[in-house]
Nanobody, 117 residues
Framework: QVHLVESGGGLVQPGGSLRLSCVAS??????????MGWYRQAPGQQRELVAS???????TYVDAVKGRFSISRDNSKNTVYLQMNSLKSEDTAVYYC?????????WGPGAQVTVSS
């Protein structure tokens, strides 16, 4: 079992920045071999993939956040980050961290991000 815990969410004004962190723990020695990702779900909408990073550090982003968000990972700390810049009101959502280990998917409980003036 892999436990994921997100942190760094909160309230920010439009144009501001936040950095989300996701720490993995449990029956793992490292997240080295896991693909990691950030998803988000706004009220009344489906959960969508925001960004992902493979174990080879290949990154992908949904079009809506390209150029504004950046995903990174620090395997030595079992941590994945999501740097969010130039935030917009439409970025408001609960952000979830995910880890994929073979056929197994793991999720964190989520972190609320609210972009509002």
């Amino acid at each position: 079992q892999v436990h994921l815990v997100e942190s760094g969410g909160g309230l920010v004004q439009p144009g501001g920045s936040l950095r989300l962190s996701c720490v993995a723990s449990g029956r793992i020695s490292s997240i080295n071999n896991m693909a990691m990702g950030w998803y988000r779900q706004a009220p009344g909408q489906q959960r969508e993939l925001v960004a992902s990073i493979t174990r080879s550090y290949i990154t992908t982003y949904v079009d809506a956040v390209k150029g504004r968000f950046s995903i990174s990972r620090d395997n030595s700390k079992n941590t994945v980050y999501l740097q969010m810049n130039s935030l917009k009101s439409e970025d408001t959502a609960v952000y979830y961290c995910s880890a994929v280990d073979g056929i197994y998917w793991f999720w964190g409980p989520g972190a609320q991000v609210t972009v509002s003036s």
